[in-house]
């Protein structure tokens, strides 16, 4: 059974920096899945923030936080992050971690289209 394990949320003032890990258990390491990073601010829907398919490592980052955050790997701690810098206070959100195993060589960017996700961890900014 595949689980993923957010952590790293914080408050952090405007231009500060953030990292949120995502352990992931479950997934066979030959097996390439969907990997992503979702948020949702109070009020708002939720926002695809950076995408992963790990057989090819193509990564997608939505438009706002492109240049500002990104995604990385531990493969030996079965453990993805996603570096948060300058933050912005509409930076603010629930963020979660999602993968789902059943795509070939894409990944959507909607969160209803993942099975598995984690429990979510807050990130303030405040300006």
């Known amino acids: 059974q595949v689980r993923l394990v957010e952590s790293g949320g914080g408050s952090v003032q405007a231009g500060g920096s953030l990292r949120l890990s995502c352990l992931v258990s479950g997934y066979t390491s030959s097996r390439p899945y969907c990997m992503g990073w979702f948020r949702q601010a109070l009020g708002m829907e939720r926002e695809g923030v950076s995408i992963?398919?790990?057989?090819?490592?193509?990564?997608y980052y939505a438009n706002s936080v492109k240049g500002r955050f990104s995604l990385s790997q531990d493969n030996a701690k079965n453990t993805w992050y996603l570096q948060m810098n300058s933050l912005k206070p509409e930076d603010t959100a629930m963020y979660y971690c999602?993968?789902?195993?059943?795509?070939?060589?894409?990944?959507?960017?909607?969160?209803?289209?993942?099975?598995?996700w984690g429990q979510g961890t807050q990130v303030t900014v405040s300006s």
């Open positions: 992963i398919y790990t057989g090819t490592n193509y990564t």
């Open positions: 999602a993968a789902d195993s059943r795509y070939y060589g894409a990944c959507p960017y909607r969160g209803d289209l993942f099975n598995t």
